[in-house]
């Protein structure tokens, strides 16, 4: 498995070794062991989501409060979505800076998006299925979000804007300045 870096050193890219022929193909999707090493810490998953959207949906930016802040491992299995991570720790050099990566079935690259991150992603293609890992569960009472279109952020999300579909939740977001931590 390559590890790929980003501009913020705790956002990883994973891309396995996919072996295929005229039957298919086959990958490792996560190594444990691997996954570990990259990150140099322990990790430990606690639930899986898989989500379905047609294009143009973005879901995001989310995160999570402490105690219930979540790392996610997100990979797309069918389609492709443009994957968007924000980093949100005050006390980081890279506070207000993003990574965005493509994610498809065809390219089967995951993205490591670690606590202490809000998380997005638009569908590109007719439709998308995305699946990520969480080490901590869902908790509804501690979930926040930052609007799609911060101007701070000015987030280039490969698509044309008119196009989005936002849930109610996510159109009325707040933005980084006004964030809860």
């Given at each position: 498995?390559?590890?790929?870096?980003?501009?913020?050193?705790?956002?990883?890219?994973?891309?396995?070794?996919?072996?295929?022929?005229?039957?298919?193909?086959?990958?490792?999707?996560?190594?444990?062991?691997?996954?570990?090493?990259?990150?140099?810490?322990?990790?430990?998953?606690?639930?899986?989501?898989?989500?379905?959207?047609?294009?143009?949906?973005?879901?995001?930016?989310?995160?999570?409060?402490?105690?219930?802040?979540?790392?996610?491992?997100?990979?797309?299995?069918?389609?492709?979505?443009?994957?968007?991570?924000?980093?949100?720790?005050?006390?980081?050099?890279?506070?207000?800076?993003?990574v965005?990566?493509?994610?498809?079935?065809?390219?089967?690259?995951?993205?490591?998006?670690?606590?202490?991150?809000?998380?997005?992603?638009?569908?590109?293609?007719?439709?998308?299925?995305f699946?990520?890992?969480?080490?901590?569960?869902?908790?509804?009472?501690?979930?926040?979000?930052?609007?799609?279109?911060?101007?701070?952020l000015?987030?280039?999300?490969?698509?044309?804007?008119?196009l989005?579909?936002?849930?109610?939740?996510?159109?009325?977001?707040?933005?980084?300045?006004?964030?809860?931590?």
């Open positions: 498995m390559n590890v790929i870096k980003t501009d913020i050193p705790d956002v990883l890219i994973f891309e396995s070794k996919v072996f295929g022929d005229d039957r298919g193909f086959f990958f490792e999707s996560f190594s444990q062991k691997v996954f570990e090493k990259a990150v140099g810490r322990k990790v430990e998953f606690v639930q899986d989501n898989h989500s379905k959207s047609c294009k143009g949906v973005l879901r995001g930016l989310h995160y999570q409060l402490e105690p219930h802040a979540q790392g996610k491992l997100v990979r797309c299995v069918a389609g492709e979505v443009f994957d968007v991570a924000v980093d949100i720790r005050k006390s980081s050099p890279t506070f207000g800076k993003w965005g990566v493509n994610l498809s079935a065809d390219n089967k690259r995951q993205l490591w998006i670690p606590e202490g991150f809000a998380h997005g992603f638009v569908t590109l293609s007719n439709e998308a299925e699946l990520y890992k969480t080490t901590n569960y869902y908790s509804p009472q501690h979930e926040r979000s930052i609007i799609w279109n911060d101007p701070s000015n987030i280039e999300w490969q698509i044309d804007v008119s989005l579909k936002l849930s109610e939740k996510d159109k009325i977001a707040a933005n980084i300045e006004s964030i809860e931590f």
